[in-house]
């Protein structure tokens, strides 16, 4: 039989004694309680954890000596920048999908070829394909409103009426990025490898890698614990070229991920210092990198040295 939910809600005072019990040091009381106001108790547990003491009663835990408050919020803001870094990252791959997807095929098939059947893996990814239709059909009914929120969407329809179908870069440029790799996934071979050689990458680790950062833009969007989070989606590592970069390492962890938003940096925004900007943050903060899956001497790394290298030639 299941235990019964009995926990009752607890004031800030209360969890803020209830930390001090625990042997976590607090040197200003009313700090302590404005943070747990404005940050929540519940969203600040898990960085405990990280200060708790090794090798104990995981049901009745106690800070490791000499952990004080400061250090958690320290280590939160740590992992709030980080997101920040990684979205930063993620915008400019986003948008980058959305453009190699509009134009590619809309140049070769149209620009109604997601509304073409022959553009797709059928009968094998029939599913995916009666998906995403599905998923479409019900945008393009909410697009046709009056009171669609897009201006163009609004504009197209008036202009050309609400049986029109939208061209690709209007309908790309809208969907979630689920649904661009749901897309993706759903594309004939000859369309997924002619995209996915603008990315240096095959149609499998491109779309292996898309659903990883699906998942990494989904916990920060959230405002989720990511840096020493063990994802539930593994990337694929497969790919010859970063073989010294990648292999070794924990695919769960956030480095295998930042490893891949530098990967597609490099080609898209060259001109980006994203992998300087990682390195400074890792620097000032100094978290633990084994848990985040870095090794120690990861900066020396040739893969690295060259992002270092490139970075440094830039000024954005």
């Known amino acids: 039989m299941r235990e019964r939910f009995n926990k009752q809600p607890a004031r800030i005072s209360d969890n803020r004694r209830k930390l001090e019990e625990k042997g976590l040091l607090i040197p200003d009381l009313e700090e302590c309680e404005h943070y747990l106001r404005s940050i929540g108790y519940f969203r600040l547990k898990p960085y405990f954890t990280s200060f708790y ?52 095929l809309s140049i070769r098939y149209g620009t ?26 019900a945008k393009l009914k909410k697009w046709s409103k009056p009171t669609s929120d897009q201006e163009y969407f609004r504009y197209f329809f008036k202009k050309y ?8 870069w209007m309908v790309v440029e809208s969907l979630s990025f689920g649904d661009l790799q749901l ?21 499998e680790v491109l779309d292996s890698w898309l659903g990883s950062l699906r998942v990494l833009r989904n916990h920060c969007a959230h405002h989720d614990r990511i840096w020493n989070r063990k994802f539930n989606y593994s990337p694929a590592q497969n790919l010859p070229r970063l073989e010294s970069v990648l292999k070794g390492h924990e695919p769960s962890r956030i480095y295998i991920r930042c490893i891949i938003l530098q ?21 000032e903060y100094q978290p633990d990198l084994t848990a985040m899956g870095f090794s120690q001497d990861w900066q020396n790394l040739p893969f690295w040295q060259q992002a270092f290298q490139q970075d440094s030639l830039s000024s954005c």
């Open 53 to 104: 003491q090794p090798e104990q009663d995981s049901s009745e835990p106690t800070f490791r000596a000499g952990t004080d408050f400061t250090q958690i919020i320290r280590l939160y803001d740590f992992d709030r920048r980080l997101r920040l870094h990684c979205l930063d990252g993620l915008e400019r791959i986003e948008v980058a999908i959305r453009a190699a997807l509009t134009e590619t």
């Open 112 to 137: 109604d070829w997601f509304m073409q059947p022959e553009n797709f893996r059928l009968p094998a990814q029939q599913q995916r394909y009666e998906d995403f239709r599905e998923t479409l059909q």
């Open 161 to 168: 009426g609400s049986d029109a179908i939208p061209p690709s």
């Open 183 to 203: 897309l993706y996934q759903g594309l004939k071979t000859s369309a997924r490898k002619e995209m996915s050689r603008l990315f240096n990458l095959s149609p």
């Open 263 to 283: 990967d597609f940096i490099a080609g898209i925004a060259p001109q980006s210092r994203w992998a300087l900007r990682l390195r400074d943050l890792l620097e």
